[in-house]
């Protein structure tokens, strides 16, 4: 079990397990840190238990991965030990991307309402943290938001994807700030095209995987551009380049991990 199919979302766990969305297989696959196989941990029996799952975290508090399960328009639930079921959680959403706070709140990309919900433990129908106003260009508003990203001030940081900007919306607000991007669609330094996954340091500074323009790009906080820290040389399957990068996360060492759709495969990268 050495292969994947258009992968998509990533979760690193503190033991250095990385967690694939492998979207067409419609499984869940885990590889141990120097692991040369993975393993199903999630899915694999049909369309029916995953279709398309974009995105997977881990909750820890209740040992579980939460999927995003797109095309079967729900997220689930699966035990992360001897799971051999799903559990339905949210209903009826377009889901990409999700993320979960340290409190236990989950937060859901719905791709077809161009809005952010976080669901409190219980809550079924959620709350509106970002967009919700249609879709548009505005700062109230996204367009075809993939990825979210929580920091520890609760502030909602989301892949605005049509809109090739990355919007951060603080707690409580009436609308988004643009941290990266939104000068439109192109590739240099202050634009951005397409952009997936996002993460962010304590310090504020943005990492985005920039679908179109093969690169990962590092935003600080307040600047008006980025700078490449992988890729960004044509797409290809060479060890330094990237072919429609996806989603990106780091471990506990800062290591970054993506990715590489194109290429079928995730990419570690030693930063300096």
Not at 135 to 141: A, F, H, S, T, V
Not at 243 to 271: A, C
Request: glycine content about 12%.
């Amino acid at each position: 079990m050495n292969q994947l199919w258009d992968p998509a979302g990533l979760y690193v766990d503190d033991d250095q397990t990385i967690y694939v969305a492998d979207k067409l297989n419609q499984r869940i696959v885990a590889w141990k840190a120097g692991a040369s196989n993975g393993q199903v941990v999630a899915g694999g029996n049909g369309a029916h238990q995953l279709n398309q799952s974009f995105d997977v975290i881990i909750d820890k508090e209740r040992d579980s991965l939460i999927v995003s399960d797109y095309t079967n328009r729900r997220v689930v639930r699966w035990p992360l030990r001897n799971g051999t079921s799903e559990e339905t959680i949210i209903s009826n959403t377009d889901c990409i991307g999700l993320a979960m706070d340290e409190n236990g709140s989950l937060y859901v990309v719905d791709f077809g309402k161009h809005e952010v919900r976080r669901y409190r433990i219980g809550d079924t129908k959620g709350t509106v943290v970002a967009g919700g106003n249609g879709q548009g260009n505005r700062l109230d508003q996204l367009s075809r938001p993939w990825y979210v990203f929580v920091d520890r001030d609760h502030s909602v940081y989301v892949s605005d994807w049509s809109n090739h900007r990355i919007m951060k919306w603080e707690e409580g607000a009436k609308q988004g700030i643009v941290v990266a991007g939104g000068q439109g669609q192109g590739n240099s330094l202050s634009q951005l095209s397409q952009p997936l996954g996002i993460n962010v340091d304590q310090l504020g500074t943005v990492y985005v995987a920039d679908f179109q323009n093969h690169r990962i790009m590092r935003w600080p906080k307040g600047a008006t551009q980025g700078s490449v820290i992988v890729g960004g040389n044509d797409s290809g399957g060479q060890s330094n380049q990237l072919n429609y990068p996806y989603d990106l996360s780091f471990d506990r060492r800062g290591n970054l991990y993506v990715v590489d759709y194109g290429n079928h495969r995730v990419q570690r990268f030693s930063l300096e």
